[in-house]
């Protein structure tokens, strides 16, 4: 349902002809990244501490996360 939402915004983005609308529209699709960032963030810390603990439940050894440099 979000992925149908952001797509038919994506379709009126590109036949829009208007500066103003098209402004508006480019800042909602920056909040809408800065959204799926923060919630994909810790996700992915969650999701390699599920495979950390299946890992060392094999034998292994747990790994970390990679360090993102800015």
Do not use: C, D, H
């Amino acid at each position: 349902m979000l992925f149908e939402y952001l797509m038919l915004r994506a379709r009126l983005f590109l036949n829009n002809t208007e500066a103003a609308s098209a402004i508006e529209y480019a800042i909602v699709v920056a909040m809408v990244a800065v959204v799926v960032v923060v919630f994909i963030t810790p996700v992915g810390t969650k999701v390699l501490a599920i495979f950390n603990s299946v890992l060392v439940a094999l034998g292994g050894t747990a790994q970390t996360a990679p360090v993102q440099t800015p």
